[in-house]
């Protein structure tokens, strides 16, 4: 089973500010990895996938990087919207396989 | 617009069989995709259950495989999920959701395992 490790648990920026999320694998996953933002009571949204594509209707704030066992999802110039919490999800192989999150909050 | 939609009990007592459907509307699950169950304790990740092809290929977490059943129909456009003999600890909200990247997700409905 792949799994996947995100850092830091939780991040406290302002807004304006950039994001640095991080999402480590066990083992390559090649670049079959996405990223989603959670807020509360709604369901994931998926925002970039193949690491490094933006989903339909996503800002080009948001950017992913990556392959092989490290990405990295970037948020640039934060809005008020954006903080949540932020999940890594893979694909290369089964059993799909989730990070544990990371929570973006206000400084 | 695709939609998908969960139905089901929101309570279910230990032991017994969770039962839930996912109705999609706005796009034929027939013409491809995976079609995939996640769940989320309370205030806790994620969780992939399993997923089914249009054709009926199934794949599940192997943590749960020995208790979960999903299945297709496309006479209905739905799919649905069977977790058996449920404990305290499948309590979570339960969604579905299109695709291997999970494009496009219901709702999710909480089910509660309780006597």
């Known amino acids: 089973e792949f799994v996947l490790t995100q850092s830091p648990a939780t991040l406290s920026l302002s807004p304006g500010e950039r994001a640095t999320l991080s999402c480590r694998a066990s083992?390559?996953?090649?670049?079959?990895l996405a990223w989603y933002q959670q807020k509360p009571g709604q369901p994931p949204r998926l925002l970039i996938y193949?690491?490094?594509s933006r989903a339909t209707g996503i800002p080009a704030r948001f950017s992913g990087s990556g392959s092989g066992t490290d990405f990295t999802l970037t948020i640039n110039s934060l809005e008020p919207e954006d903080f949540a919490v932020y999940y890594c999800q893979q694909r290369n192989n089964w059993p799909l396989t989730f990070g544990q999150g990371t929570k973006l909050e206000i400084k | 617009q695709v939609q998908l939609q969960e139905s089901g009990p929101g309570l279910v007592r230990p032991s017994e069989t969770l039962s839930l459907t996912c109705t999609v509307s706005?796009?034929?699950?027939?013409?491809?995709?995976?079609w995939g169950w996640i769940r989320q304790p309370p205030g806790k990740g994620l969780e992939w259950i399993g997923s089914i092809s249009h054709s009926g290929s199934t794949y599940y977490n192997p943590s749960l495989r020995s208790r979960v059943t999903i299945s297709v129909d496309t006479s209905k456009n739905q799919f649905s999920l069977r977790l058996s003999s449920v404990t305290a600890a499948d309590t979570a909200v339960y969604s579905c959701a299109r695709g291997n990247y999970h494009d496009t997700w219901g709702q999710g409905t909480l089910v509660t395992v309780s006597s």
């Open positions: 193949d690491a490094s």
């Open positions: 083992q390559s996953v090649s670049s079959y």
């Open positions: 706005g796009y034929s699950i027939s013409s491809g995709y995976y």
